[in-house]
Each structure stands twice: as C-alpha cells, then as structure tokens.
C-alpha cells in the first residue's frame, strides 16, 4: 500500500470511530487488535477465510448492533481495483439487510478511492451479488494483479465463481 493510501485509510478509521460514537453508526472500521480478532472469530463462524487478513492494511468493516458485532467486510486494494471479501451476518441476523448496508459501504469506499472496479469470488452468494449489481466474469479476466492475491492464488477452491462490478 502507498504512503497515501495508508495515511487515507488512517484518517478514514478515525473519522469512523468517531462517527460511530456521534451518529451511532453501526458500520465501524476495524482499527484495535481486539475487533480484529472478533471479526476473524465471526467470519469463521460463516465458514470464510480468515488468516491472511490484516487490519493494518485493508479496509475492514463490521456492522455492530447493541454493541454486538454482528457483520463482517472488508476490501483489499490492489492498484486501480479492490478485492471485495469477508462479507458475512451472523446467523440469526441474516436477511434483515446488514449484508446489503455493508456492501453498499464497501462500494461507495471504492467510488471514493476511484477505483475502476470491484472484483470478487464467491462459492455460496452468487444470488446475494447479482441483487447489487456484480456480474459473472472469467478468471481469465480478472487483472492479473488481483489473480496474484491470497484470495484468487490460494485461500478460495477453483469452484468460486468471479464476479466484478465496474465503476468507471
Ligand atoms: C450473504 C450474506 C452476507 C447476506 O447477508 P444478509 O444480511 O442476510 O443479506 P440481505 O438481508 O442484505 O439480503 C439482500 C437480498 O439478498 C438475498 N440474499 C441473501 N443472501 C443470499 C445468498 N446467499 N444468495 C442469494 N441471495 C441472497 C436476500 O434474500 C435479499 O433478497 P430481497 O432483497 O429480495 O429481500 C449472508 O447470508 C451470509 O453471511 N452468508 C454466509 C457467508 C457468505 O456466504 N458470504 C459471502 C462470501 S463471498
């Protein structure tokens, strides 16, 4: 990441926290070790991937609801495209529109860093993705930047689908 976009995403997670505490916002960028590690345990929980995140680097996102940490996502930067991953809702909480509200996030994060478009794999959320606006893609598509992350060379089986979303 570029002394930029790291000092970006430094003033992003601050003006959250406070956002979060003025507005009671319940969308919260993961900035302490102790969030992090409840957002690695609630993403397990739904069977995703956690080891290779890092807070410190990608913007990662959980939805909190009466102090409970109840949603997960989170978006890798990879030059001009992000890597949406870790959307999850707890069980129990689904379909009452969290995973929704933390994608529309994500996506306005990635209009904002102008990136030209949002990439994602996914083995069980096809249905969920199509709803905002992402669409299949072949592997062979996706820039070879992002075939280089975790994501796409280890941590999802060759069954995932890819799906991107064009923003520009
Ligand atoms: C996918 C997930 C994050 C959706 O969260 P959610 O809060 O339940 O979703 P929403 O309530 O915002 O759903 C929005 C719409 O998508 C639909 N939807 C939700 N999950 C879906 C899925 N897995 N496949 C297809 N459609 C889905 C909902 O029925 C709803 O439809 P509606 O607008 O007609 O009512 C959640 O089901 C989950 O955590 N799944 C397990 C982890 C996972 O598969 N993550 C994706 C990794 S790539």
């Known amino acids: 990441m570029l002394r930029d976009e790291k000092n970006e995403l430094d003033s992003l997670k601050k003006l959250m926290s ?3 505490l003025i507005m009671e916002s319940p969308l919260v960028i993961i900035a302490t070790n102790d969030a992090f590690q409840e957002f690695r345990t609630l993403l397990k929980s739904s069977s995703l991937p956690a080891d290779d995140l890092n807070f410190q680097r990608d913007l990662l996102v959980s939805y909190v609801e009466d102090n409970v940490m109840v949603g997960t996502g989170g978006l ?4 001009d495209y992000g890597l949406l991953r870790s959307l999850s ?5 689904r379909g009452k529109a969290l995973g929704t509200a933390i994608t529309e996030f994500i996506i306005a994060q990635a209009r904002e860093r102008k990136l030209k478009a949002i990439y994602l794999l996914t083995e069980t959320a096809r249905g969920f993705f199509l709803r905002k606006g992402f669409t299949d893609v072949s592997r062979d598509q996706v820039p070879a930047v992002l075939q280089q992350s975790s994501e796409f060379a280890h941590v999802c089986g060759k ?3 890819a799906m991107h979303l064009l923003l520009s």
């Open 76 to 79: 890798e930067i990879y030059g």
């Open 89 to 93: 809702v707890r069980l129990g909480t």
């Open 18 to 20: 406070w956002l979060h």
């Open 159 to 161: 069954s995932a689908i």
